[in-house]
């Protein structure tokens, strides 16, 4: 692992001096001023779109950005990682120590994971209610705080599909211990676009790059509405009733609703605390999301269902965590079944029933 830290010392220096450097991590050059950091394997560079990646990025007092990396992907190499970081102090009025606070941003290539607890986590966080569909044909979620797009077929291993997914993290330290905040990377473009740039990157390191790299230009067709307090029916799917005690903090957001794609989730919200996800409700026709649920087990009692509409595979999903589990009324089992019936009804596709 390795490490970058941008605006600061040599750097600037070697800036200055219209100088090449050259650590054991990585690469700087520059040919103008002002010299521009690069992240992630070249994939991202400073005030390249993205609030987080710009100088209001370091607006706060005693702002550093600096990022640590994985070896870049490769045609044996699978698996990559890389966060860039933003750390900052301000003075504490209750103690003579200063609050301090970091802001993440997470980009990782590779395989959907193979353990369907690690599965199951991973489709949780990625096809959040909060995401938008990618534009341009392109099969991927995008958020202000998190993005996936699944890559080519090319790009695939050992039958399962790769992705590259980006997610943000936050949290403040101060004297009353340390609490996770939300945190919004940018808007759903500037996250496109560094998700696509880190896409492209990834894919031609590993060598199974498209001809073209990927791009969007279309507007974002499908925008989630807001989280509002989750209630019966959840996700506005007739049928989809679970008993959520007093229910104070489940919220829910409803996603993309179309007729290739549905996404709705609940998540358990506790001030200072990061969100549990609670239950999740999925329809996905599209072939290479379809792919990204390939190895979990099946069966209406798994919640996961596949089917034939129009001749396109389809699956319908749902995963209820510990807090909600057993929570269906009248039980699990039956409530995914509304859900799938409801949902085939909507998009012309029969009940639902597994093929």
């Given at each position: 692992?390795?490490?970058?830290?941008?605006?600061?010392?040599a750097?600037l220096?070697?800036?200055?001096?219209?100088?090449?450097?050259?650590?054991?991590?990585?690469?700087?050059?520059?040919?103008?001023?002002?010299?521009?950091?690069?992240?992630c394997?070249?994939?991202?560079e400073?005030?390249?779109?993205a609030?987080?990646?710009?100088?209001?990025?370091?607006?706060?007092?005693?702002?550093e950005?600096?990022?640590?990396?994985?070896?870049?992907?490769?045609?044996?190499?699978?698996?990559?990682s890389?966060?860039?970081?933003?750390?900052?102090?301000?003075?504490?009025?209750?103690?003579?120590?200063?609050?301090?606070?970091?802001?993440?941003?997470?980009?990782?290539?590779?395989?959907?994971?193979?353990?369907?607890?690690?599965?199951?986590?991973?489709?949780?966080r990625?096809f959040?209610?909060?995401?938008?569909?990618?534009?341009?044909?392109?099969?991927?979620?995008?958020?202000?705080?998190?993005?996936?797009?699944?890559?080519?077929?090319?790009?695939?291993?050992?039958?399962?599909?790769?992705?590259?997914?980006?997610?943000?993290?936050?949290?403040g330290?101060?004297?009353?211990?340390?609490?996770?905040?939300?945190?919004?990377?940018?808007?759903r473009?500037?996250?496109?676009?560094?998700?696509?740039?880190?896409?492209?990157?990834?894919?031609?390191?590993?060598?199974?790059?498209?001809?073209?790299?990927l791009?969007?230009?279309?507007?974002?067709?499908?925008?989630?509405?807001?989280?509002?307090?989750?209630?019966?029916?959840?996700?506005?799917?007739?049928?989809?009733?679970?008993?959520?005690?007093?229910?104070?903090?489940?919220?829910?957001?409803?996603?993309?609703?179309?007729?290739r794609l549905?996404?709705?989730?609940?998540?358990?919200?506790?001030?200072?605390?990061?969100?549990?996800?609670?239950?999740?409700?999925?329809?996905?026709?599209?072939?290479?999301?379809?792919?990204?649920?390939?190895?979990?087990?099946?069966?209406?009692?798994?919640?996961?269902?596949?089917?034939?509409?129009?001749?396109?595979?389809?699956?319908?999903?749902a995963?209820?965590?510990?807090?909600?589990?057993?929570?269906?009324?009248?039980?699990?089992?039956?409530?995914?079944?509304?859900?799938?019936?409801?949902?085939?009804?909507?998009?012309?596709?029969?009940?639902?029933?597994?093929?």
């Amino acid at each position: 692992m390795g490490g970058r830290r941008g605006r600061r010392g040599a750097i600037l220096a070697g800036a200055v001096a219209g100088t090449v450097l050259v650590s054991g991590i990585g690469l700087w050059a520059t040919d103008s001023w002002p010299f521009r950091d690069s992240y992630c394997w070249g994939a991202w560079e400073q005030n390249s779109g993205a609030a987080f990646l710009g100088d209001d990025g370091l607006a706060k007092s005693g702002s550093e950005r600096s990022a640590t990396e994985s070896a870049p992907p490769s045609a044996g190499r699978h698996h990559a990682s890389c966060t860039v970081t933003v750390t900052s102090t301000v003075p504490d009025d209750d103690s003579d120590e200063p609050l301090s606070f970091k802001e993440q941003v997470t980009v990782e290539y590779g395989p959907v994971p193979a353990g369907a607890e690690d599965h199951r986590a991973w489709i949780a966080r990625y096809f959040d209610g909060s995401g938008a569909r990618l534009p341009d044909g392109l099969d991927g979620l995008v958020a202000g705080d998190r993005a996936m797009l699944v890559l080519p077929e090319a790009c695939d291993v050992d039958g399962r599909p790769s992705a590259v997914t980006i997610r943000s993290g936050s949290t403040g330290d101060g004297h009353l211990g340390k609490v996770t905040m939300p945190f919004t990377i940018g808007t759903r473009s500037a996250v496109t676009r560094m998700l696509l740039d880190a896409a492209n990157t990834g894919m031609r390191k590993a060598g199974c790059a498209p001809e073209k790299p990927l791009r969007t230009t279309s507007p974002f067709v499908t925008v989630p509405g807001d989280t509002e307090s989750a209630r019966s029916p959840l996700c506005r799917i007739p049928g989809v009733t679970l008993d959520l005690g007093r229910g104070y903090g489940y919220r829910q957001q409803v996603g993309v609703v179309d007729e290739r794609l549905q996404t709705c989730s609940v998540v358990w919200r506790a001030r200072g605390l990061p969100d549990e996800p609670a239950a999740q409700y999925v329809m996905a026709a599209e072939p290479r999301l379809v792919a990204l649920f390939e190895g979990l087990p099946e069966g209406v009692g798994n919640g996961l269902v596949r089917t034939e509409c129009d001749g396109r595979r389809t699956v319908f999903y749902a995963n209820l965590g510990s807090g909600l589990e057993g929570a269906g009324r009248p039980d699990d089992r039956k409530v995914f079944t509304h859900f799938t019936e409801s949902v085939s009804r909507r998009i012309g596709c029969g009940t639902g029933e597994g093929a």
